[in-house]
C-alpha cells in the first residue's frame, strides 16, 4: 500500500475497473485498474496492478504498475519495485527502485524563469 502524506485522495480507479478517455483532476488519484487515455492530477499514484495507455501529468508521481507513454512530474517521480515504464520521462526528480523497470528516455524538468523587469524611476 502506498502512503500518501501530502496529498489528499480524491479520485480512485479500483483493480476491477477500466476507464477510457481523459482523467483532469485536482488532488490526487490512485489508479489499481487499467486506463486507455491521458491522466493529469496533482498526484498520481499507480497500484501494483494498473495497466496505463496514455500520458501522465503531475506533480507527484508514484508507479508500481505499469505504464505505456510519456511522464512529465514536475516535481518527483519513483518507479517502484514493480514498475514498469515504457515511455520518456521528464521529472525534476527520478528514482527508480531496484526491480523497476524504465525504458525510454528522461531529462530534467526545469520550470521556466520568472523575468522580473525593474525599472528605476
Same mark, same amino acid.
Given at each position: 500500500?502506498?502512503?500518501?502524506?501530502?496529498?489528499?485522495?480524491?479520485?480512485? !480507479? #479500483?483493480?476491477?475497473?477500466?476507464?477510457?478517455?481523459?482523467?483532469?483532476?485536482?488532488?490526487? &488519484? =490512485?489508479?489499481? *485498474?487499467? /486506463?486507455?487515455?491521458?491522466?493529469?492530477?496533482?498526484?498520481?499514484?499507480?497500484?501494483?496492478?494498473?495497466?496505463?495507455?496514455?500520458?501522465?501529468?503531475?506533480?507527484?508521481?508514484? !508507479? #508500481?504498475?505499469?505504464?505505456?507513454?510519456?511522464?512529465?512530474?514536475?516535481?518527483?517521480?519513483? &518507479? =517502484?519495485?514493480? *514498475?514498469? /515504464?515504457?515511455?520518456?520521462?521528464?521529472?525534476?526528480?527520478?528514482?527508480?527502485?531496484?526491480?523497476?523497470?524504465?525504458?525510454?528516455?528522461?531529462?530534467?524538468?526545469?520550470?521556466?524563469?520568472?523575468?522580473?523587469?525593474?525599472?528605476?524611476?
Amino acid at each position: 500500500m502506498f502512503s500518501i502524506k501530502e496529498a489528499k485522495l480524491e479520485c480512485m !480507479i #479500483g483493480a476491477n475497473c477500466g476507464f477510457e478517455g481523459q482523467i483532469d483532476t485536482k488532488g490526487t &488519484i =490512485r489508479i489499481d *485498474g487499467s /486506463v486507455k487515455g491521458n491522466v493529469k492530477a496533482d498526484w498520481i499514484i499507480l497500484g501494483e496492478h494498473a495497466k496505463i495507455h496514455g500520458d501522465l501529468n503531475a506533480r507527484v508521481v508514484i !508507479i #508500481g504498475g505499469a505504464i505505456t507513454g510519456n511522464i512529465l512530474a514536475k516535481e518527483s517521480l519513483e &518507479i =517502484r519495485h514493480t *514498475g514498469k /515504464v515504457f515511455g520518456d520521462i521528464r521529472s525534476n526528480k527520478l528514482s527508480i527502485i531496484e526491480g523497476g523497470i524504465f525504458e525510454g528516455h528522461s531529462s530534467s524538468y526545469k520550470q521556466e524563469a520568472t523575468v522580473i523587469d525593474i525599472k528605476s524611476k
